[in-house]
């Protein structure tokens, strides 16, 4: 009876382990914060931990480069507001935040939506919240 409980968390950890391995990397990312007259440097730092959040989903990735610049962030998010998925919600602009990418694509093609061993470069994350101050959530990303 003790090897059949000893088999199964031998069987549990390589299974987290070989999830932990697949899941999408963030710790090595190079974070770039330009100066915002919009947005505050905490109200960017959520940003940035709600992204790195969602990419651990981005199986066999690795995030390199994390970017906020102000200029690129209103032209996205005025796009967004207009003609993208913002359009009619009653978002305003100080409640969306466009961040950019740049990551690596391991042997596996992430979840085979990729080239393998490919570089994924300005690849958007658009944010949204609810009201000023409120939690960033991810509403968008790609090209």
């Keep these: 009876m003790m090897k059949k409980g000893a088999a199964a ?3 549990v ?9 697949q899941s999408g990397k963030v710790n090595d ?17 959520g940003a940035v931990g709600t992204v790195k959040k969602k990419f651990r989903e981005f199986q066999g990735c690795e995030l390199t480069d994390l970017k906020y610049s102000e200029t690129y962030s209103k032209r996205k998010a005025e796009e967004y507001l207009t003609y993208g998925g913002g359009t009619g919600k009653g978002l305003t602009s100080e409640n969306v935040i466009v961040l950019l990418s740049t990551f690596t694509v391991g042997f596996s093609g992430g979840d085979g939506s990729f080239d393998p061993h490919s570089i994924q470069s300005d690849w958007n994350w658009i944010l949204v919240r609810e009201k000023k101050g409120g939690k960033w959530r991810v509403a968008d990303w790609g090209y």
């Design 13 to 21: 950890v390589l299974l987290m382990l070989i999830y932990h391995l």
């Design 29 to 45: 990312a190079v974070v770039s914060i330009e100066y915002s007259s919009t947005f505050t440097s905490e109200e960017i730092e």
């Design 9 to 11: 968390v031998i069987i």
